[in-house]
């Protein structure tokens, strides 16, 4: 699903990542207090993408393999994305090249402030050995109404 919108890398680095460090600092999914949403997108959306990468490198770099191979899971949306494009602009033309980039805004769009909301302002306490509190309910405005669960697939 997210490879049509062309943000293939969102799996590893909400999974992986964002879950891990959610509420603290080294999270660039968390919107900071005081935070506007825009400033958090120029923020966030790079900041997932080199933390998604640096992660599946670690991952790759353990099984012995390079990050350019096809086991990379950041790799493989892409091609995803590549392909579903390629065929798109071969069956429906140029007009193509103005719903794209449309559309993969929206989706990113969608995914930032979906972020940008369910954190804002939360930050976990650091402990006196360094590590963050672990994470509690309080540390997330999450929503289990089924209208948000079907429109953000349950994030």
């Given at each position: 699903?997210?490879?049509?919108?062309?943000?293939?890398?969102?799996?590893?680095?909400?999974?992986?990542?964002?879950?891990?460090?959610?509420?603290?600092?080294?999270?660039?999914?968390?919107?900071?207090?005081?935070?506007n949403?825009?400033?958090?997108?120029?923020?966030?959306?790079p900041?997932?993408?080199?933390?998604?990468?640096?992660?599946?490198?670690?991952?790759?770099?353990r099984?012995?393999?390079?990050?350019?191979?096809?086991?990379?899971e950041?790799?493989?949306?892409?091609?995803?994305?590549?392909?579903?494009?390629t065929?798109?602009?071969?069956?429906?033309?140029?007009?193509?090249?103005?719903?794209?980039?449309?559309?993969?805004a929206?989706?990113?769009?969608?995914?930032?402030?979906?972020?940008?909301?369910?954190?804002y302002?939360?930050?976990?306490?650091?402990m006196?050995?360094?590590?963050?509190?672990h994470?509690?309910?309080?540390?997330?405005?999450n929503?289990?109404?089924?209208?948000?669960?079907?429109?953000?697939?349950?994030?």
């Amino acid at each position: 699903v997210l490879a049509v919108v062309g943000y293939g890398h969102f799996f590893i680095e909400h999974n992986k990542g964002h879950h891990r460090d959610v509420a603290t600092p080294m999270d660039p999914a968390t919107s900071r207090m005081g935070e506007n949403i825009y400033k958090f997108s120029t923020r966030e959306i790079p900041g997932a993408f080199r933390r998604a990468w640096g992660l599946e490198e670690q991952r790759l770099s353990r099984r012995g393999q390079s990050v350019w191979s096809f086991d990379n899971e950041i790799l493989q949306p892409m091609v995803i994305t590549v392909v579903l494009y390629t065929l798109l602009l071969s069956f429906f033309g140029p007009k193509m090249l103005v719903f794209l980039p449309i559309q993969m805004a929206f989706g990113w769009w969608q995914l930032t402030s979906a972020n940008y909301i369910e954190h804002y302002g939360l930050l976990r306490e650091k402990m006196a050995d360094g590590r963050y509190e672990h994470q509690k309910p309080h540390h997330s405005w999450n929503s289990n109404h089924i209208v948000s669960n079907l429109v953000l697939f349950h994030l």
